[in-house]
């Protein structure tokens, strides 16, 4: 059966500082794989998507970048982390970008201070 | 780009069957109608999709009518743990199959 692991859960950083969240599926491959950033107040806000190795799609401007180092992993970086930053962070992957069905992550929590 | 608009909360108490509806004025041709549940802390899980008429399975009932410019999401009999937040969102078919998240629906169900 397929999985995916974010880590880590949770995560306290200065402002200015690195940022490294990673994420891996298991049990499939070359699945479509996406990070959403959910800050307080809900609403999911689409970061980057990617459909394969290297081939990644920014969404929104920001100081944040992805990359897809391996066909099932995924990492979201930052070189100096924004108050602005914080949020609860969740990795998903798709298997057929047509049906709609995404499966989460357990999420990373990010509190910028 | 479609977007959707939901209601902001719902109340409703326990035994009872809730309908949200979703507004997607702008939906393309060939995108679907995509619902999924979202308890705190944890990532959203899919619920169900469907591009027109009924689609139902063993947790809810779809119904998009003929036009497409609206959905309602039916929970038949919601018990306490239904409570959640839940999201209507147009699976963008031409752009890859991105999903865009509006807001959601927080559903609160009371004894």
Redesign the interface.
């Known amino acids: 059966s397929q999985t995916i692991h974010q880590w880590p859960a949770t995560l306290v950083q200065p402002v200015g500082s690195p940022l490294s969240l990673e994420c891996t599926v298991e049990g499939t491959s070359n699945p479509n794989l996406y990070w959403y950033r959910q800050a307080a107040g809900r609403g999911l806000q689409l970061l980057f998507y990617s459909v394969g190795i290297g081939q990644i799609s920014s969404e929104v401007p920001q100081n944040l970048s992805a990359s897809r180092p391996q066909d099932r992993q995924f990492i979201l970086s930052s070189k100096k982390l924004l108050l602005s930053d914080s949020g609860f962070y969740l990795c998903a992957w798709s298997v057929d970008s047509n049906t709609g069905e995404l499966f989460f992550g357990e999420g990373s929590r990010l509190t910028v201070l | 780009l479609a977007k959707t608009t939901q209601p902001i909360s719902m109340d409703s108490y326990e035994g009872q069957e809730v309908n949200i509806t979703c507004s997607h004025n702008n939906i393309a041709t060939n995108d679907?109608i995509?619902w999924?549940q979202q308890f705190p802390?944890?990532?959203?899980?899919?619920i169900i999709?469907g591009y027109k008429t009924k689609v139902t399975n063993e947790v809810a009932s779809l119904f998009i009518p003929a036009d497409r410019k609206s959905s309602t999401l039916s929970l038949p009999r919601v018990s306490l743990s239904d409570t959640a937040?839940y999201?209507c969102l147009a699976?963008l078919?031409n752009q890859?199959?991105?999903?865009?998240?509006?807001?959601?629906t927080?559903l609160s169900v009371k004894p």
């Open positions: 679907y995509t999924y802390s944890q990532g959203p899980r899919f999709q937040v999201y699976l078919y890859g199959g991105k999903l865009i998240f509006g807001q959601g927080e």
